[in-house]
């Protein structure tokens, strides 16, 4: 049995793009995950915290045969392997992997909330979700309404890190 699930993929420390590359590589390469789609890059404005260098954001979505939890812990894996280390809340990350959605479960406990915990506030993660999954909905709106009501927000996608992105995945073997 699979399921549909998203991630939304973060960073703002070091290469965000090529830490993308290889996060989508070892998602592609595991056994229980099928990468349906990945969005354009999106450069966004710090949240939270705001003296920081601006984000890289994507999201992704995919059809896994991976429980929540293990997914989770796979996503944990990537962002160790690629040198995250978790200092401070909101503050800069070399990869940040979130789970966004997974089917239609929302789950409540520790360490693990789905769908993920304040997205209907956040435009770095709705934009680039709902231009993969306009219709995908949280709570009873869907991604692309939900946009819309905070499409003020400081997010613009970007062409030129999309186009790099594009690039390394292509050169990847695989």
């Known amino acids: 049995m699979t399921v549909e699930a ?3 993929l973060g960073g703002n420390l070091g290469d965000p793009v090529a830490a993308f590359a290889a996060a989508l590589a070892k998602l592609r390469d595991h056994a229980g995950v099928e990468l ?3 969005s354009s890059v999106w450069r966004t404005a710090p949240w939270g915290k705001l003296d920081q260098p601006e984000f890289r954001n ?3 979505l995919i059809e896994t045969s991976l429980s929540a939890d293990d997914l989770l812990a796979l ?3 990537i962002e160790r392997e690629s040198g995250r280390e978790r ?3 909101w503050g800069p990350r ?3 992997i979130d789970i966004l959605t997974y ?3 929302a789950i409540e406990r520790p360490g693990l909330q789905i769908p993920h915990p304040r997205i209907a506030e956040r435009a770095f993660v709705l934009a680039p ?3 993969i999954a306009p219709t995908i909905t949280i709570g009873e709106r869907s991604t692309a309404t939900l946009l819309a009501a905070i499409a003020s927000q400081d997010v613009s996608r970007d062409a030129d890190e999309s186009r790099r992105l594009k690039d390394m995945l292509a050169a990847q073997p695989g």
Do not use: N
């Open 6 to 8: 998203t991630l939304g």
């Open 36 to 38: 349906k789609s990945t």
């Open 58 to 60: 994507m999201a992704v």
């Open 75 to 77: 996503c944990l894996a």
């Open 87 to 89: 200092r401070e809340r």
């Open 94 to 96: 070399t990869l940040d």
């Open 103 to 105: 089917g239609e479960e």
């Open 129 to 131: 979700l709902a231009e």
